[in-house]
C-alpha cells in the first residue's frame, strides 16, 4: 500500500511535446483481449488510420488555438472540437449590460455529465479484474500502473457495453473513433495522464426521453446528448486522520484498484428546466444500464457519478451566466435539492447585485447543511493538454458490428412502458413495474402463464396482476426484506391462478384479500385453498335469493323503514347480505335480487 503525505494538490499541465512523439513512432497495433471476433469487427484498415494520422496532425496544429479560434468564429466545422452547447454558449461575445432589479426573472441553463462504470471482465486496457471494496492494491497490474514498456490493449466487452449505452440512448456510434491522453497530476493517477476520447467519442447526438412522476408534478421531457465517449477511472485516495476530508487529514492512502476500470462519460445537452428533471435523467439513465447489465449503476458505490452544470441568467439575455459544477450526490433526491439548492443561490447573488461572486468551480453537495460548498477552483479545458493515444489504434465499428449488438439488446425500458400502457396498465402501476427489471419478468411470466392455463376461456388478467403485483405483493417482499419477487412462496403460475379466480368472478376481490396472506405464508395452488375453504363464489340466484330473503326475514323493522321512505337502508341489507353470505354473494347478483325483494 502506498502512503503519501497529505501536501496541497494542484492540477499540472504538463508538457510532453517530445515524449509523445517518441510514443507516436513506436505504436503498435491495438489488440482488443477477447479476440474471437477481433477479424470481423474491429479490423485494421491502413488506409484510414494514415488518413486519421494526418487529420490529427492538422487537429493538433489548431489545438493550442482552440479557444481563440472558438471564440471568433474561425473554425472549420471539421476542426470544430465537439463542445457541448452550454461550453459553445459560453464562447458568445456578448458584452451587452443587462439591468437586474427584485423583479428580474431568471432562467437556469443546466447539463449533466455522467461517468458510468462498466461493468466488464477486466479493466478497459489490461487484465485486471476490479470489485468494489477489495483489500487496496490487490487488482492492479504494471498496465493499469503505466509501467514503462507495457501497452495498452482495449478490451472488446468495453466496447460492447459503450455501444450498447449509446444505442440505448440513441446516439449516432462513429465508425471510427479515437482515444487520446488527458494529462493531469493527482496522486489517485498512476500513469500521470489518462485514457479517453476527445474529438472523435464513440457516439454522439442523441437523445433521451424521461418522464416526471406524477406525485412530483409530472411530465415529459427529451434531454440532447451531446456525445458518450469511453475513458479509463483513476484510483481513489483515502483521507486519514482528521475529520477524513483532504483538508484536515494527516495523510492519505492512496488505492489504485480503480485505476483502468472503464467507464462511459455522457455529456448531455443543457435541456433540464429544474432538479426533479436531472433527477429523472439520472433514473432513467440508472435503468437504462441495469437493463443492459452494462453497469450496476450504484451512486453510492460511486459505479455512477453525476457532475451538473448550473448557470441561471435573466430571462432575455442572450449571455449565460457564470458555470458552477455541483458533484458529490449520493442520491437522486438530493440531486433535485441540490441543483435547485445552488439555482436558487446564484439568483440571489444575482439580484444582490453580487453576480461577480459567482465564479466558475466545482461545488459538493453538503447533505448535512442542505446547501452546495466550495470544492476547488475549476479547471479549464486546454490544461489537459490532450495528444492523440499513441499506444492504441483508432477505434473500428463497422455498422454491421453496431447493428448486431443492437440486436442482442434486451427490451429497454421506454420499450416496456409502451408495451404496458397498450395493455391498459394505469401510469402508477407501470411506473412502479419498470422500476425493476425483476418485477418486469416476473409481471411478465405472470401474464405468459395464464394465457397458457386459460385457453378453454380467455381470461385478460392484465391489470389485476398489475394491481396486485404493485401493492401486496411488492408491499409484502419489501416488508420481508426479500430481495425480489422471486424469493415468494406464490410462483408467477399460482399467482396467475388467483388473479384468474378473482377476474373470472370465482372470488371476490375482497376473498382474495382475505386468503392471500395465507397463501404468501405457505404458497401452494390458490383455487385449491379457495375449494378448501369453501370461498367459491356464490353465483346460483336461487341460492342468492336465499340469502336475501333471510337477512330480510331477520330485520323486518328496518325493512319496513325502508319501504316507508328511509331508501338509505339499502346499504344496511346489501352488507349484511354479503356477510350472511360469508363474503361469497357475488356482489352484482346480489345487489339485483335484493332491489326486486325490496320494492315488492
Ligand atoms: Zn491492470
Known amino acids: 500500500m502506498a502512503t503519501m503525505n497529505n501536501t496541497t494538490t494542484t492540477t499540472a499541465s504538463s508538457s510532453l511535446t517530445s515524449l509523445s512523439s517518441h510514443f507516436r513512432r513506436s505504436a503498435k497495433k491495438n489488440e482488443i483481449n477477447n479476440s474471437t471476433k477481433e477479424a470481423t469487427i474491429f479490423h485494421q484498415r491502413e488506409e484510414t488510420r494514415q488518413q486519421h494520422q494526418q487529420q490529427r496532425r492538422r487537429r493538433r496544429r489548431s489545438a493550442t488555438t482552440t479557444n481563440a479560434s472558438a471564440a471568433s468564429g474561425t473554425k472549420t466545422a471539421g476542426e470544430q472540437l465537439q463542445l457541448s452547447a452550454l461550453e459553445q454558449s459560453e464562447l458568445i461575445d456578448d458584452t451587452e449590460d443587462f439591468p437586474i432589479d427584485a423583479n428580474t426573472k431568471f432562467e437556469p441553463t443546466i447539463g449533466i455529465e455522467t461517468h458510468v462504470q462498466l461493468q466488464t471482465k477486466t479493466k478497459a486496457f489490461c487484465g485486471c479484474q476490479y470489485s468494489y471494496g477489495a483489500n487496496a492494491n490487490t487488482q492492479i497490474c504494471p498496465i493499469c500502473m503505466g509501467h514503462p514498456g507495457t501497452y495498452p490493449k482495449l478490451s472488446e466487452e468495453v466496447v460492447e457495453k459503450g455501444v450498447q449505452i449509446g444505442v440505448a440512448l440513441n446516439c449516432k456510434i462513429r465508425e471510427v473513433s479515437k482515444f487520446d491522453r488527458k494529462q493531469y497530476f493527482y496522486p489517485d493517477l498512476p500513469k500521470g495522464y489518462q485514457i479517453s476520447q476527445f474529438d472523435e467519442p464513440l457516439c454522439e447526438h442523441g437523445n433521451i426521453k424521461v418522464v416526471i412522476p406524477v406525485e412530483e408534478g409530472g411530465g415529459e421531457a427529451t434531454i440532447g446528448i451531446t456525445r458518450a465517449h469511453l475513458e479509463e477511472d483513476a484510483g481513489k485516495l483515502n483521507h486519514v486522520g482528521g475529520s477524513g476530508n483532504v483538508s484536515t487529514a494527516t495523510h492519505s492512502l492512496a488505492d489504485y484498484n480503480r485505476a483502468g476500470v472503464a467507464l462511459l462519460e455522457i455529456v448531455t445537452e443543457p435541456d433540464f428546466k429544474n432538479g426533479k428533471e436531472v433527477s429523472a435523467y439520472g433514473q432513467e439513465l440508472r ?176 391489470k389485476q396482476a398489475a394491481n396486485w403485483l404493485t401493492n401486496d405483493l411488492l408491499a409484502f417482499v419489501k416488508n420481508e426484506k426479500l430481495a425480489t419477487p422471486y424469493d415468494l412462496k406464490l410462483n408467477p403460475e399460482e399467482i396467475a391462478e388467483f388473479c384468474f379466480l378473482i377476474e373470472n368472478g370465482e372470488i371476490s376481490g375482497k376473498i382474495g384479500k382475505d386468503i392471500l396472506p395465507e397463501l404468501l405464508l405457505n404458497g401452494g395452488s390458490p383455487r385449491a385453498l379457495v375449494e378448501e375453504k369453501g370461498l367459491m363464489q356464490i353465483s346460483d340466484p336461487a341460492e342468492i335469493e336465499k340469502i336475501v330473503q333471510k337477512v330480510l326475514d331477520m330485520n323486518p323493522n328496518q325493512l319496513e323503514q325502508y319501504r316507508s321512505g328511509k331508501t338509505k337502508l339499502k346499504g344496511f341489507f346489501v352488507g349484511a347480505c354479503l356477510r350472511e353470505s360469508g363474503g361469497r354473494a357475488n356482489p352484482t347478483l346480489t345487489d339485483e335480487i335484493l332491489m326486486q325483494k325490496l320494492e315488492n
Open 287 to 462: 435503468r437504462i444500464v441495469r437493463y443492459l447489465k452494462a453497469s450496476d449503476g450504484n451512486l453510492n458505490e460511486g459505479s455512477m457519478r453525476c457532475d451538473v452544470n448550473v448557470s441561471v441568467k435573466p430571462v432575455g439575455r442572450k449571455r449565460f451566466g457564470t458555470k458552477v459544477e455541483v458533484k458529490n450526490m449520493n442520491s437522486f433526491n438530493a440531486m433535485t435539492r441540490a441543483i435547485d439548492y445552488e439555482i436558487e443561490r446564484q439568483e440571489k447573488l444575482y439580484k444582490e447585485g453580487r453576480g461577480d461572486e459567482i465564479v466558475q468551480e466545482t461545488r459538493t453537495w453538503d447533505d448535512q447543511n442542505q446547501r452546495t460548498v466550495t470544492m476547488r477552483k475549476k479547471e479549464g479545458l486546454a490544461d489537459y493538454r490532450y495528444f492523440p493515444e499513441p499506444d492504441l489504434n483508432p477505434l473500428v465499428c463497422s455498422q454491421a458490428y453496431v447493428a448486431n449488438v443492437r440486436k442482442e439488446m434486451p427490451e429497454l425500458p421506454n420499450e416496456i412502458r409502451d408495451r404496458y400502457k397498450a395493455l391498459g396498465l394505469p401510469n402508477g402501476d407501470v411506473q412502479v413495474l419498470v422500476e425493476d427489471e425483476n418485477l418486469v419478468r416476473f409481471y411478465d411470466e405472470i401474464l405468459s402463464a395464464n394465457s397458457r392455463s386459460s385457453e378453454e376461456k380467455e381470461v385478460n388478467i392484465s
